[in-house]
């Protein structure tokens, strides 16, 4: 059973390059190896 993680952001304003790259970008890499659970909160 692979262990769970779940994570979440909330930007500043609307999502950009930013989020993608100090976020978003990992969030695609631990789905490899996890159970994963992401969102963007308001």
Known sequence: MPKEV???IQPTGDMHYGNYFG???NWVKLQ???D???GVVD
């Open 6 to 8: 779940l994570s979440a």
């Open 23 to 25: 976020a978003v970008q």
């Open 36 to 38: 994963c659970a992401f």
């Open 32 to 34: 490899e190896n996890y």
